[in-house]
């Protein structure tokens, strides 16, 4: 394929070729998926870099789109680290040979049907329950429920993309993500200029400092850790934290991390004196998103209803 640059496939039609990126059994980063696809699709520098009018790489957001399709149908699965591999399931329809892997094709698995009608019913996609089905017999969806459920799958993709881009970054500047979002939450008065970035080998844990005050008489301790989803944080890091914490005098810290924190980790934090914030990696994108940090809005869409008031008598 060559030529024009809308001739790139939609991201249904292009589910096939990146399944098939994974037929060699090794653990894929995303950007490695995309190579494929573009090898597979014979792709031009021009198709590759086509964007949207508001800037979105066209082809860069099918692919994602291909594959989190993928993995609501248990087709791939995330391994850990922004990687992804290829099912025992994967395997048997890569084996039926070339397909159009859509929507009316994967509704057959019911994770994937599952995961369609927890959006129809409002409910926040959640990719880590595979035993409960929802299974209704009818189910129907207003235009209102449609384009909530399309923003839903939008969001969840953005979540997505947000926190691998956090999990490659450097760790200096993944150290100044941390601090502007604290900022936007408000610590040290809301103000940038008051936090500052000391992370460097041999800094005891710590990562930045946040002044509560213009003197800096109260300060915040900040850590943050850019892990993988499968490197989660137990108990000894919180402990270690709050050791540097009695050794700084201080009794306020955040511990951010892009990936969870273990039940014994948060139970040791509520039950210590000082005061912890925790905040992982789901709750870190959110926050970013939700105040245009790395993100940027590219389109709004305002849904208008009949005035009843307007027509009274």
Known sequence: MSGNADAIPDFQTMSWNVLKSFEGGDDLSPEEVRQSVRQQLELTDEQVSQRTESGSTIFANRVAWAMVRLDEAR?????????????????????????????????????????????RSGRKNNHKSNDKVYAPAVVSRTPQEDLRASLDSAHAVLSDQLLEKLRVAHWSFFEGVVLDVLAKLGYGGGKREWSERIGQPGDGGVDGIIREDALGLDMIYVQAKRYGEDNIVGRPALQQFAGTLDMKHAKKGVFITTSSFADTAIAFVKAIEKRIALIDGADLVEIMIEHDIGVRPVESFILKDIDENYFEV
Request: hydrophobic content about 40%; proline content about 4%; glycine content about 6%.
């Open 75 to 119: 087709l791939t699965e995330k391994t850990g680290r922004a990687l992804r591999r290829i099912t025992d399931r994967g395997r048997r329809v890569l084996a039926q040979g070339p397909l159009r892997v859509d929507e009316a094709f994967l509704r057959q698995y019911p994770e994937f049907e599952a995961t369609i009608l927890r959006w």
